[in-house]
């Protein structure tokens, strides 16, 4: 039955019922009449609050630990496609690209399938294996493409998808996405990678010479132990100013001294400075990039060691607790000796 009133007509509820119940027993447990609740007392509210900020500092490290595996993992698929990039041009040419022309001026000299390429890295000869087929082809070999710049007809200003690190504290240059931070130089129209060749498979110690003509099936070590690159941040410096002389980026299209994409070289000008194969030193563990990086070192950007492509086209991550000794005969292709029980 419809019952009007409930709560203004006293008579109604003395003289009515509802299925035979008195009204008034209806109307005491009726939610009609019922008073509301009283509200969240303050204590009551900051406990609330309490518990909500304790769940959110539990779940930001596992969101962050998250982020950092995802961005490893990206790493280190970077790593293999340009290992495997490497072993695909070795395929088609039977011999590795040299690292870099003399610098970004001149052209290769060393006979062979790269020979007069001007100012060109180990890095432009991959892009066709890189789905950057396009661009270099825009290269041509010639100075216009490659050293006229730089500027956005230059192709050592594209930034490459494969070639950047998405752990980089710079991504962002004031160029864009996948340019210099620097104006050191000014390395801001370049574009930067976060990977780096090593100069003793790439170049010719004993001449001494960025030019190398070197087989992988000829390493003295093998292909399972030496090192083909490295990561590296894409801007580094040690003044604590970004912008300052000792602020350098790794620039993947650029021959010139001291803002190569070269390690095992370890001066200033990543220039060899005598014939040999020196010691190569260390890579750094996450430096701060403008602090305390040392540009022609390498450094790794994750937690849990550097990551790195071996000349058999694998990747791994190295320890950050490996000893000097054995990273640098990881990247020694030709000193015989095997490596430490902390490779492993």
Known sequence: MMIEGLCTNKETKERSSVFGIPLSFVLRHSSFCSKSRPAFTLIELLVVIAIIAILIALLVPAVQ????????????????????????????????????????????????????????????????????????????????????????????????????????????????????????????????????????????????????????????????????????????????????????CNLWGDATTGWRPVFCVDNLTKTPSAVGYPACKLFQDRPHPINGCVSYLTQTLHTGGMLVALADGSVRSVSPGISAATSTQACDPRDGAPLGADWN
């Open 65 to 248: 630990k998250v982020r950092e595996a995802a961005t490893r993992a990206q790493c280190l698929n970077n790593l293999k496609q340009i290992a495997l990039a490497t072993h695909a041009l070795h395929d088609a040419n039977k011999v590795l690209p040299p690292f870099s022309a003399p610098n970004q001026t001149s052209a290769i000299t060393l006979a062979g399938p790269y020979k007069g390429a001007i100012g060109y890295t180990v890095f432009h000869w991959l892009l066709p294996y890189v789905e950057q087929g396009p661009l270099f082809e825009k290269g041509k070999y010639n100075s216009q493409t490659v050293t006229g710049g730089p500027g956005w007809g230059y192709i050592s200003c594209n930034p490459i998808p494969v070639y950047i690190c998405p752990s980089e504290p710079y991504p962002n240059g004031p160029e864009g996405y996948g340019m210099g931070a620097s104006l050191h130089g000014p390395a801001t129209k370049w574009s930067f990678g976060n990977y780096a060749a090593n100069y003793y498979v790439f170049g010719d110690p004993n001449r001494p010479s960025m030019e190398g003509a070197n087989k992988l099936q000829n390493l003295p070590d093998g292909t399972s132990n030496i090192i083909l690159y490295a990561e590296r941040y894409g801007t580094c410096g040690n003044s604590g100013d970004i912008n300052g002389a000792s602020t350098y």
